[in-house]
């Protein structure tokens, strides 16, 4: 199979470099499961040639050049027109799951505000306007500005209500504004870019520090879509995002279940029930996906409500909470769930011929 990175994290294989891709874990996957990865890039696609060049690992890595493999675990970002091209190319002569890792965030919200079992989960939301502004204001006194395609955190905003205006929570500070003057105060801020605005969840807290839940969702060996495992990210201290590239601390959620004063299993349950859900609308929505991460909150009844889907989860949750199974598992199901659509096309193939 193959596994696409982006270049850089190509690049640094065989000095073991590649940031939060635990390359190893693919090895070890592979291995026990008859399944030889290929590390690719898009910048080593060679499309006239129907061949890419990387690394296989077999007592040690190798540097070389292979035919397209016929499934590819899409793990890149296509930020340029020449790579998006080339994703392309391979979309044509392979199958490539999760060949999209990001998606806009209005996008998702309306894909998922069409299955009426999911519906009570979202927060009420809709695009960045100052006529939708002005209206989300005068319906709830916290609210969240988030750019449309974004991660880790960056670029949201908080407002909320105060007896004397608004008071506006940036990344690197805060001010109070009339009712009149947020509009103009936040966008300058944002700019042009596309921003949606979404009614703030009342998170459920962790020594007075709001947090969220990571879940990973992936399909396995027999295709289904099934919870590889869940993890806490409580905020920092001051701050109104949890992501862990913000300061958010990682804590398993038993213990943040626990301390909150929630039934464990039970919220446990109900959070793995809405992410194989969201999972599988998202699944007939969007083309061959297979591998996401979820950040899923909790109020303090325990009820779960859908934040956002990453579409390249990068899973080092599992390992800051020592969740080391876990983690592991996150990068054998993409292995098996490559192997299962494998053989799929070739029990296909055979019955085509006969």
């Known amino acids: 199979m193959g596994i696409l990175l982006d270049p850089r994290t190509l690049r640094g294989i065989p000095s073991n470099r590649t940031a939060h891709e635990k390359i190893t874990y693919y090895n070890r996957a592979g291995r026990v499961n008859g399944v030889l990865p290929f590390y690719m890039s898009l910048d080593l696609i060679r499309p006239k040639q129907n061949k890419a060049e990387g690394y296989i690992f077999s007592n040690g890595y190798r540097f070389v050049k292979r035919s397209i493999p016929k499934v590819i675990h899409n793990r ?89 205006g608004w008071l506006i929570h940036s990344r690197k500070n805060r001010t109070l504004k009339s009712s009149t003057k947020v509009y103009p105060a936040l966008r300058k801020l944002i700019g042009k870019a596309s921003y949606i ?73 109900a959070i793995s029930t809405l992410g194989v859900q969201i999972a599988l609308h998202l699944g007939h929505k969007l083309s061959h996906l297979a591998d996401i991460g979820l950040d899923i909150g909790v109020d303090g009844s325990g009820f779960p409500y859908f934040i956002e889907v990453n579409g390249r989860d990068l899973r080092y949750s599992f390992r800051n909470a020592k969740l080391y199974d876990n983690w592991y598992k996150t990068y054998e199901n993409p292995i098996l769930y490559a192997k299962y659509l494998y053989h799929k096309q070739e029990a296909h193939k055979k019955a085509s011929i006969n």
Request: hydrophobic share 35%.
């Open 76 to 164: 890149s970002m296509t930020f340029t027109k020449l790579s998006r091209e080339k994703l392309g190319f391979l979309r044509k002569k392979s199958t490539v799951f999760n060949g999209q890792t990001r998606y806009s965030k209005y996008r998702i919200h309306q894909l998922l505000d069409q299955n009426a079992d999911i519906q009570s989960h979202l927060p009420y939301t809709v695009l960045f306007s100052k006529k939708n502004l002005e209206m989300m204001m005068g319906r709830f006194q916290h609210l969240f500005i988030k750019p449309t395609s974004g991660s880790l955190g960056i670029g949201v905003i908080k407002i909320e209500r105060k007896d004397a």
């Open 197 to 269: 605005i979404q009614k703030a969840i009342p998170l459920a807290k962790y020594k007075g520090k709001p947090f969220d839940i990571r879940v990973s969702v992936q399909r396995g060996a027999e295709g289904y879509w099934q919870v590889t495992g869940m993890v806490g990210k409580v905020a920092a201290k001051g701050m109104h995002v949890t992501n862990v590239a913000g300061g958010g601390k990682v804590i398993r959620c038993e213990e943040l279940f626990a301390h909150a004063g929630l039934p464990v299993e039970t919220t446990k349950k």
